[in-house]
């Protein structure tokens, strides 16, 4: 068996590379760890102590909704920028080490959204700036760009797209705007 098949069969399993986690524990630093579901997005800072791992520091996307008023999706590359913003916020942590379990390490996703959050929020973790999204992915340009060009060129489309946008009171072209106020907020907040 391959080494790469090796890897996709033990990440279906769901089982922990115990040889990675030791690695990682022997660094000594607390662990960033990043789960990704279709709604949401969570993270956790953890140390290891002997009786099992001790969250320092926890926020989900939740909190973005209900502290600062989050309308839109909380699951995607921006959320996750401010995600990270608010965890550096919230975490008397200065340095860590991602942690991604038996995930895939894709460049540009949320996961690294979540990281580029936190390392310009003031904590070092290790990592290259090629795996960040681009900076108008992170202040949601993208989705304003295309929200524009789709509203102009098919409307159908683009209420059936932005249904969840529009029904919590948000217009997707102004997704760069919400997110500079929130952000500005997060940075605010201690």
Not at 124 to 140: Q, T
Request: positive net charge; aromatic residues 8%.
């Amino acid at each position: 068996m391959s080494k790469q098949r090796f890897f996709k069969n033990y990440r279906r399993s769901g089982k922990t590379d115990y040889n990675m986690r030791l690695s990682l524990l022997k660094s000594g630093k607390p662990r960033l760890i990043v789960r990704l579901s279709s709604r949401n997005i969570t993270a956790q800072i953890v140390e290891y102590v002997p009786e099992g791992d001790k969250v320092l520091c926890g926020v989900s996307t939740q909190s973005l909704a209900k502290e600062y008023g989050w309308k839109g999706p909380r699951s995607n590359i921006p959320v996750g920028y401010l995600l990270g913003l608010l965890m550096a916020k919230k975490t008397d942590v200065k340095e860590a080490i991602l942690d991604i379990g038996t995930r895939r390490s894709i460049h540009h996703s949320k996961l690294y959204a979540v990281v580029k959050g936190l390392i310009d929020g003031g904590v070092h973790i290790p990592a290259s700036d090629a795996v960040f999204p681009s900076e108008d992915r992170l202040n949601g340009e993208h989705v304003k760009a295309y929200a524009e060009m789709l509203k102009s060129e098919n409307k159908e489309k683009y209420d059936k797209l932005f249904s969840g946008y529009l029904a919590n009171g948000l217009k997707p072209e102004d997704m760069p705007s919400v997110l500079a106020d929130i952000k500005l907020k997060i940075i605010g907040a201690k």
